[in-house]
């Protein structure tokens, strides 16, 4: 158990309709990652957040948008979902993020139909 | 812009026999290395990690890994596999700089038989 807590750990839902997934990091990290893992693109970074403010941005679409609250927890909004958004996503946590590593939650896996 | 390439996709190894896992990175500035593995159904879990110091560096489950700083390059090995060595492998590069996100490589599919 990486301490990572992602839900749910499984979504199914329509195309156009919108998703979040909700990622409780370890105690105490402050730098929270999403992922994006699918067959085609394999493991992609999309946002991080860093004590409740963003500090990076991937290949992260214009549909997705991502925030950390003040508990430290992190949510990603997907809307108007496509066939192609379907993957698995992985929200990641550390300490702080420059030279420490990142723990992984169980992940999200996401259907679009 | 930095990338990670894993060469193989795939490798096949009965149990008990040595493997390696061939990673090479290009990067213009200085980097931090991992390699993370995938059970079916899991997330990812760290193996080990290269942050500075000395080049060989040694994991969890009997797993170590090698910098080549001149072949920019970070392969995994094994001496002995266990068929619950079968799992997916994945290289991963952070930059100095970059607060700790990941470029990962393709992955390895590793299948150990008996």
């Known amino acids: 158990d990486s301490g990572v807590t992602q839900t749910p750990k499984h979504l199914i839902t329509a195309t156009g309709q919108r998703v979040t997934l909700r990622c409780s990091p370890r105690s105490g990290d402050l730098s929270v990652y999403w992922y994006q893992q699918s067959l085609d693109q394999g493991l992609q970074f999309l946002i991080q957040?860093?004590?409740?403010?963003?500090?990076a941005k991937g290949n992260i679409l214009e549909r997705f948008s991502a925030q950390q609250f003040p508990d430290l927890h992190s949510e990603l909004n997907l809307s108007s979902l496509e066939l192609g958004d379907s993957a698995l996503y992985f929200c990641a946590s550390s300490v702080s993020g420059v030279g420490t590593e990142a723990f992984f939650g169980q992940g999200t896996r996401l259907t679009v139909v | 812009a930095q990338s990670v390439t894993q060469l193989d996709s795939q490798v096949p190894v009965f149990e008990e026999a040595p493997v390696e896992l061939r990673c090479n990175y290009s990067s213009s500035v200085s980097v931090y290395l991992f390699w993370y593995v995938q059970y079916p159904n899991q997330g990812l879990q760290l193996l080990l990690k290269?942050?500075?110091?000395?080049?060989l560096v040694k994991g969890i489950n009997g797993f170590e890994a090698e910098f080549n700083k001149s072949q920019t390059s970070f392969h995994l090995r094994k001496p002995s596999v266990h068929i619950s060595d079968t799992a997916e492998y994945f290289c991963?590069?952070?930059?100095?700089?970059?607060?700790?996100?990941?470029?990962f490589g393709a992955g390895t599919q590793v299948v150990v038989t008996p």
């Open positions: 290269y942050l500075s110091g000395s080049t």
């Open positions: 991963a590069v952070s930059e100095r700089d970059s607060w700790g996100k990941l470029q």
């Open positions: 957040y860093y004590n409740g403010e963003e500090r």
